[in-house]
């Protein structure tokens, strides 16, 4: 056995994101150990209760994304918080608060057939496209020193090349979401949001990038703002979204 393999073998052990047991030789590419990435995988074949598709062929999206006018809402599988102990929610867990490569790498490899897609579809090229995110409160940012968002989003950016641009900007503070109405939620968010630099994004089709969309608020919020500063056209997508 060669010295590097066996530090691989032995030494450079890392658990699997999904279930804290080692991660094998033979899988160090893959994100997950084989029994998480079986139901990883099985997650994504889950149907959507509303067109009755796999989640990640579903094209559904809440009626205020569709309202902002985005074009296309693709997601890999559903989220629940009741499923705190599957590696889909497990892998977003420690994503939020522990950069790691190999995670943001296989995140974005899994978002990637999406993408080409939609592109694709729509016959845009890679270079007339950008992929942007949304970014996390500042105070998150500070305490994980991370913005999982934007590393899924810069991965994804290297294996589609569609190049990255960092094109919202969040405000410091802002009034906690969960004490407001729905009026004053969405208030708060336009003001929480801006794009500072609008010729980043003139004529562009921007994809957009989120890890969860829950009521799709925050995403909705950011469409308008990119279509406002002149992109044209939105296209979004998530690892999860909550049904
Ligand atoms: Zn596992
Ligand atoms: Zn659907």
């Known amino acids: 056995m060669k010295f590097q393999e066996f530090l691989e073998r032995y030494i450079h052990v890392r658990p699997c994101p999904g279930c804290t047991s080692r991660v094998s030789w033979e899988h160090a590419e893959d994100a997950f150990c084989t029994e998480c990435r079986e139901k990883w995988d099985r997650a994504k074949t889950e149907s959507c209760k509303n067109c009755f598709q796999a989640y990640s062929d579903c094209v559904c999206m809440p009626k205020r994304l569709e309202h902002a006018g ?141 890890d969860v969309v829950t009521s799709g608020a925050s995403m909705a919020t950011c469409v308008s703002l990119l279509k406002k500063a002149g992109a044209s056209a939105v296209l979004c997508f998530c690892v999860a979204q909550t049904e």
């Open 70 to 210: 985005a074009l296309v809402l693709r997601k890999l599988l559903r989220y629940s918080s009741k499923r705190q102990k599957e590696p889909q929610n497990r892998i977003l867990y420690v994503l939020k608060r522990k950069p790691n490569r190999r995670y943001s790498r296989f995140l974005a490899s899994e978002l990637l057939p999406l993408v080409r897609e939609e592109l694709k579809a729509l016959e845009i090229e890679s270079s007339e496209a950008l992929l942007t995110y949304i970014p996390r409160g500042r105070k998150s940012n500070i305490k994980y020193g991370t913005d999982q968002s934007e590393s899924v989003t810069r991965a994804l950016s290297v294996l589609c090349e569609v190049p990255f641009a960092n094109t919202l900007h969040r405000k410091w503070g802002g009034k906690e979401q969960k004490r407001l109405s729905a009026r004053e939620r969405q208030k708060n968010l336009r003001q929480l949001f801006s794009v500072e630099d609008p010729s980043l994004v003139k004529g562009k089709v921007v994809l957009l990038f989120d």
